[in-house]
């Protein structure tokens, strides 16, 4: 497979080409002189210090033909949060720790491999919703990490190239170009969108309903931004003071949004509430059936079922067959004739 390194120096294109050229085609560039001119390559690693006003104005000179290549592994100096996101912004799929282990790099470029033997081709316009989608996320998440304005205008754009690329290419098109490019929080959120835009046109939404929602989905989870990666990504079980911690996010997502006047009653009732059940044993308010909205309820099928069929790293993707099978466990909870609904957008759209 083709990948290419742009790095912000000689030393750095050094190492990442020592690390993979025994597995794989390389072409390198440092960051000051790069164009990524007639490239093809098939997947991008980027190891630029992105704190540093030059390269940022650099990486975004290359930003349109970088975000041609559908795989982006940035390597990133220092720890912390905001580097994480920020390399998102600019465009990452994926995030390593400078200097990044051998195994992890290989790791990351496996998918592609495995790609290039696609069971079917994604479309363009899915990948590009899907880029959209992701860079819209990771500035609501920066920008609730800097304290700065929710760019909701954008995430609502964003919201809609992904309905319309959802409503033309079909669910299955969209779980593959997500689960493939992207990962943690930025491919949950961009599969509940794709999930509950399903889900709206199955249930025959009219246009503004259907608004509400996606809009709903690409908001939902934004209070994760407050909550540290370790135990956001944690692998293994949560214990109780890391369960309590995630429990917080509905809370935190409304009071990040609470108050911005794009953001309608219906969507902050949304992002607040998309973890509460029928039975009152959700958080964070434990409302009972009669005080949870239909769009709620909705978003909540779209929410549980995108978790269980998310690509992780440490574990094996779900069938959606399993995962629906888990839906209609949860009796009491959720709505039995929306569950009935979703039998289709889970198994057959
Ligand atoms: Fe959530
Ligand atoms: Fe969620």
């Not at 809009?215 to 407050?226: L, N, P, T, V, W």
């Not at 794009?262 to 509430?273: G, K, M, N, Q, T």
């Not at 434990?286 to 440490?314: K, Q």
């Amino acid at each position: 497979m083709s990948v290419h390194v742009i790095a912000d120096d000689a030393a750095k294109v050094a190492v990442l080409r020592g690390l993979i050229e025994q597995r794989h085609v390389v072409t390198s560039e440092t960051l000051s002189s790069a164009s990524i001119k007639r490239n093809g390559a098939e997947a991008a690693i980027v190891a630029v210090d992105i704190a540093a006003p030059d390269n940022i104005s650099a990486l975004k000179a290359i930003s349109a033909r970088l975000a041609c290549i559908p795989k982006r592994i940035f390597v990133i100096d220092g720890k912390g949060r905001l580097p994480i996101v920020q390399a998102y912004a600019m465009g990452a799929t994926h995030v390593l720790t400078n200097p990044p282990a051998k195994a992890a790099l290989l790791a990351k470029l496996a998918p592609v491999e495995a790609a290039l033997f696609p069971d079917g081709e994604i479309r363009a316009t899915t990948m590009e919703a899907a880029s959209a989608g992701a860079a819209s996320i990771a500035s609501m998440f920066s920008a609730v990490i800097n304290g700065s304005a929710v760019d909701v205008g954008g995430a609502i754009a964003a919201g809609s190239k992904i309905a319309n690329s959802v409503a033309e290419n079909g669910l299955s098109d969209w779980l593959t170009a997500v689960r493939r490019h992207h990962e943690g929080t930025y491919q949950h959120c961009l599969l509940v969108t794709g999930v509950a835009v399903d889900f709206g046109l199955s249930l025959g939404l009219g246009s503004v309903d259907l608004e509400r929602l996606y809009s709903a989905a690409m908001f939902h989870d934004i209070g994760k931004a407050r909550i540290p990666l370790a135990v956001l990504d944690k692998p293994g079980k949560l214990d109780d003071g890391e369960r309590a911690l995630i429990q917080t996010h509905p809370a935190a997502g409304f009071e990040v949004l609470e108050g911005n006047a794009a953001i309608s009653p219906e969507i902050l009732d949304a992002v607040r509430h998309h973890h509460e059940y029928l039975d009152g044993s959700g958080y964070p308010d434990g409302l009972c059936a009669e005080s949870i909205s239909d769009i709620v309820r909705v978003l909540t099928i779209s929410d549980i079922f995108a978790a269980l069929i998310e690509h992780r790293s440490y574990k094996p993707t779900m069938p959606r067959e399993k995962a629906y099978e888990i839906l209609q466990g949860m009796q009491g909870k959720l709505e039995k004739a929306l569950v009935e609904v979703f039998r289709d957008v889970a198994l057959n759209r």
